[in-house]
């Protein structure tokens, strides 16, 4: 994925509690996967909440949404404290999900062999 995607979708990019503008650098880097997988889709239909409850903190989770326009609403949610580890841990369970309903889109959606 080249850079200039990369930051088209961070632009798409929610920092909600606990998450700040400092943020964003590692965030991009750390969501590079997800990133990847969402270049498919116009970024016009991508909305990313990433959400530190009680950062820092004993019980800290981290939370990662993805809402794709015409899919399912997506949730990687992470009980580790530290704050990368947490976000690699809620990407990869967001990036299962979202394998999962491209899938079965595709499975419902079947293309037609060009005629």
Same mark, same amino acid.
């Given at each position: 994925?080249?850079?200039?995607?990369?930051?088209?979708?961070?632009?798409?990019?929610?920092?909600?509690?606990?998450?700040?503008?400092? #943020?964003?650098?590692?965030?991009?880097?750390?969501?590079?996967?997800?990133?990847?997988?969402?270049?498919?889709? #116009?970024?016009?239909?991508?909305?990313?909440?990433?959400?530190?409850?009680?950062?820092?903190?004993?019980?800290?989770?981290?939370?990662?949404?993805?809402?794709?326009?015409?899919?399912?609403?997506?949730?990687?949610?992470? #009980?580790?404290?530290?704050?990368?580890?947490?976000?690699? #841990?809620?990407?990869?369970?967001?990036?299962?999900?979202?394998?999962?309903?491209?899938?079965?889109?595709?499975?419902?959606?079947?293309?037609?062999?060009?005629?």
């Amino acid at each position: 994925m080249n850079a200039e995607a990369s930051h088209t979708l961070m632009n798409r990019v929610r920092l909600e509690g606990g998450a700040n503008q400092d #943020d964003l650098r590692f965030i991009e880097r750390a969501l590079a996967q997800l990133f990847t997988q969402l270049s498919r889709f #116009d970024p016009e239909m991508v909305d990313i909440g990433v959400r530190f409850k009680d950062r820092g903190q004993p019980g800290m989770r981290t939370s990662l949404e993805l809402h794709v326009q015409g899919l399912p609403a997506m949730v990687g949610v992470s #009980d580790l404290t530290d704050t990368k580890a947490a976000l690699n #841990d809620a990407e990869a369970k967001v990036l299962s999900q979202l394998r999962s309903n491209v899938t079965r889109r595709a499975d419902h959606h079947p293309r037609r062999p060009n005629e």
